[in-house]
């Protein structure tokens, strides 16, 4: 049982909550502490049981000021859930050294400690600076788990090459305690213009069924929303991600609603567009479904054709345009495959939208399931091409074009 210190937080400042895990560079994160102290920042240290074996808690209490979290069922000093208290407290949650055991919890949503628990809970800005012998480095479940943190929006500082405690040679040596508190930084001085913005995304496509095995459905695969809830998230806003069946990890700290039709879509959608500031319609909704849905599979006929009578589904689009209020920026998204620009125009006055992101999806680099895309932003006052770049750049760029025309709407309103 360490000894516990008075808390007090001080809200002037931003606050870093640091994980320390149990590996040999674990003395290393007390000089990320005094760094991150001498940029202004105020450090409260959450650490495993087993980092207590390189360094004593009393040490970081003494650095920080602050009690230093290990037992989840310890009484706390004052009156809150503490991994709660300190998972609201960070503005960044930064784990260094992070280990192999860590990262896998954490993939994996695993809170069997207070370290995992706590980063579990928040819904700040995570980063994790890995430290562990190479072997465990190059493994592919160390690997994959860092795939899966990096697609929720974790930041990872990988780690250095060089010469390792066990003597091996090779990466898996934490980075210089420098290079972390300066990407630290970053992270904590990222642009918060959103903060007090509640933003609804949709992502992904709608699946229609045929019978109980097939469905129609779309390429899209939801990138481009996931990168624009991402980015809102990580700019302030509180985030409600309404997203249909893709292979994406949900961003960390949004709110994400599962549809799959495109009634399923309109409904989510209705249930939460009048609580927003601003709807992007990014999902790719079917236009038709199956007048009649088949009760059983449906079998080859011996050659014959198989005939579908299909109806129109609800837009979407229209429907949330028709009914969004006058402060509220509605922004839809358009690809085409021709005349992309006259379509995606006509799209946004018979939508009722602010704003429409129009791509050409048969052009390379800007189609279905890739990484990046070729975007031309249209309001009703200007139109503005986008050359090729990533889709969470791209994000990003379309999120600055609404703070725009929010202000304008704020102004008119």
Known sequence: MTARLQMSADTSKKCVVLGVTGGIAAYKACEILRLLQKRGIDVYVVMTRNACSFVAPLTFETLSGHPVAVDTFERPATWEVEHIALAKRADLFLIAPATANI????????????????????????????????????????????????????????????????GDSGAGKLEDVCVIVDRAMEVLCEQQDMKGLRVMVTAG????????????????????????????????????????????????????????TTQDLLDRALEHAADQDILIQAAAPADYRAKTI???????????????????????????????RPDQLFIGFAAETQHVQENAQGKLIKKNLDMIVANDVTAPGAGFDVDTNIVTIISREE?????????????????????ILKQKLAVRS
């Open 103 to 166: 990262l896998a919890k954490m993939a994996c949503g695993i809170a069997d400690d207070m370290l995992s628990t706590t980063v579990l809970a928040t819904r700040a800005p995570v980063m994790v600076a890995p430290a562990m012998n190479t072997g465990m480095w190059d493994n592919s479940a160390t690997q994959q788990n860092l795939r899966t943190l990096q697609a929720r929006g974790v930041h990872v500082v990988a780690p250095a090459n060089g010469r390792l405690a066990c």
């Open 205 to 260: 496509p709608t699946r229609e069924p045929l019978d109980p095995v097939r469905y129609i459905s779309n390429r899209s695969s939801g990138k481009m929303g996931y990168a624009i809830a991402a980015a809102a998230q990580r700019r302030g806003a509180e985030v409600t991600l309404l997203t249909g069946p893709v292979s994406l990890d949900a961003p960390a700290g949004v709110k994400t609603i599962p549809f799959t």
């Open 294 to 324: 088949a009760d059983q599979k449906i079998k080859k006929q011996s050659g014959a054709e198989l005939v579908f009578e299909m109806v129109e589904n609800p837009d979407v689009a229209a429907t949330l345009g028709r009914d969004k």
């Open 383 to 403: 139109i503005r091409q986008l050359p090729l770049m990533s889709k969470a750049d791209v994000a990003d760029r379309i999120l600055d074009e609404a703070l």
